[in-house]
């Protein structure tokens, strides 16, 4: 039979109402086509629900492989915010270390000038008690 089958619920329902009729109509041959026909209808509908979770298998996937890069690049993100902290820090020692080495500079400076003015009014004041011996040195 060269006739166009409907496909899927309503094919389903068309195959019921032929298998009945032939059955009625005691027609093997128009029931047994009905009964192909629920069968076809049936077969459809679980090739759409399986088209269906697949669809829903793959939606999830896709998410899924978005969720996995976004929280790849939330990682990269913290970690370079990681790392410019520790430059951050790093820079902040070498200032520090820089100051304190300017700090320690002017105070060994300070104290140089300290005691070479020291010195001097040593020697001036030993000059005032035996001013002979700076002549004969």
Request: net charge negative.
């Amino acid at each position: 039979m060269s006739q166009r089958t409907n496909r899927g619920p309503i094919g389903a329902l068309v195959g019921a109402v032929k298998e009945k009729a032939g059955e009625i109509l005691d027609r093997g041959d128009l029931a047994r086509e009905g009964r192909l026909q629920q069968e076809q209808g049936a077969a459809d509908a679980r090739a759409r629900e399986a088209e269906t979770r697949a669809q829903a298998a793959q939606e999830r996937a896709d998410i899924a492989e978005e969720r996995a890069a976004v929280h790849a690049e939330a990682g990269k993100l913290r970690a370079g915010a990681h790392e410019d902290r520790a430059d951050a820090a790093a820079e902040a020692d070498r200032r520090e270390q820089h100051a304190g080495a300017a700090a320690d500079q002017a105070r060994a400076e300070r104290a140089a000038t300290a005691e070479r003015r020291a010195a001097e009014t040593r020697e001036a004041a030993a000059d005032r008690l035996d001013p002979d011996q700076e002549e004969t040195a």
